[in-house]
């Protein structure tokens, strides 16, 4: 593979150590004129890119505006989700060619405001 690029394994948890390794990449998602810095899983099966509800609201992305649900299965079944365009800025030395992509914001009840 001419250009292959590789990405350490970074603990997920101290605790369980070596078992939560995980390949994660610096990423930086743009939404209305906000930009927030992330880690994204390196996952080439994903058919489903999940965006912690956090990260939403540093985005300025408001909950109730996104009227797009998606439905999420296996151990995120729990989670409510919905459809967000936002732009993508990865950190390494190739790029691929991606301008907007899905994602789905999501929230447990337990993130909700009091």
Request: glycine share 8%.
């Amino acid at each position: 593979m001419p250009n292959a690029e590789r990405f350490d394994y970074t603990a997920g948890s101290a605790a369980v150590g070596e078992a939560s390794l995980l390949p994660l990449l610096p990423i930086t998602l743009e939404y209305q004129q906000r930009s927030a810095a992330a880690s994204g899983l390196l996952d080439t099966g994903a058919t489903v890119n999940v965006l912690p509800y956090r990260v939403g609201v540093e985005l300025g992305a408001v909950w109730e505006a996104q009227t797009i649900p998606v439905q999420l299965s296996g151990n995120l079944a729990d989670y409510e989700a919905r459809a967000l365009m936002v732009s993508p800025t990865f950190g390494f030395t190739s790029p691929p060619s991606l301008t907007e992509t899905a994602v789905c914001h999501t929230r447990k009840a337990s993130d909700e405001p009091a």
